[in-house]
């Protein structure tokens, strides 16, 4: 009787186990082709339109669920906290054309024409990500900024 009782055990759980194989197959299989999928480079155009010659680099390119946004400055009057408002703005409207957002930022890189505007600039950056900011390198560029620009930010997101 022990041997039947033991015999059966064994049966039941060696059916509950193939059960359970047999229904995470096809999900595993699902998440393999998924995965096997490469992602692909998007260049995301201002205006929704590629330009007529080659740029010479893009401002905005997606590859998978990365987002990159090339270095943007701000090139009118004002201040550092003008200019670091003015940045950020336009990095998040560049985010949000692509359907990404300020709290998906996970690297910012920040350049500035003069380290003397470093808690300028962090007076307006404060908040301006979220809860959770990205993590950040701050340097002051040797020879300024392109374009007379106080400060240029460049950023890595998810979509």
């Known amino acids: 009787m022990k041997k039947t009782n033991r015999r059966m055990f064994i049966r039941r759980g060696v059916t509950a186990a193939a059960a359970v194989t047999a229904a995470t197959v096809p999900t595993t299989v ?15 155009y201002r205006n929704g339109r590629k330009p007529e010659k080659p740029p010479l680099f893009n401002g905005t390119i997606s590859y998978g669920n990365l987002v990159f946004i090339a270095g943007v400055g701000y090139h009118s009057e004002g201040d550092i906290k003008v200019h ?76």
């Open 30 to 44: 699902a998440a393999q082709g998924s995965q096997s999928e490469k992602p692909v480079k998007k260049v995301h």
């Open 84 to 159: 670091t408002k003015g940045v950020l703005d336009q990095i998040q409207q560049q985010l949000e054309s692509v359907g990404s957002s300020m709290e998906k930022v996970l690297k910012c890189n920040v350049y500035l024409n003069d380290l003397k505007d470093y808690a300028g600039m962090n007076e307006m950056f404060q908040g301006r990500f979220g809860a959770e900011p990205p993590v950040r390198t701050t340097i002051a560029a040797a020879g300024g900024i392109p374009g007379n620009s106080l400060v240029e930010i460049d950023v890595i997101a998810t979509l």
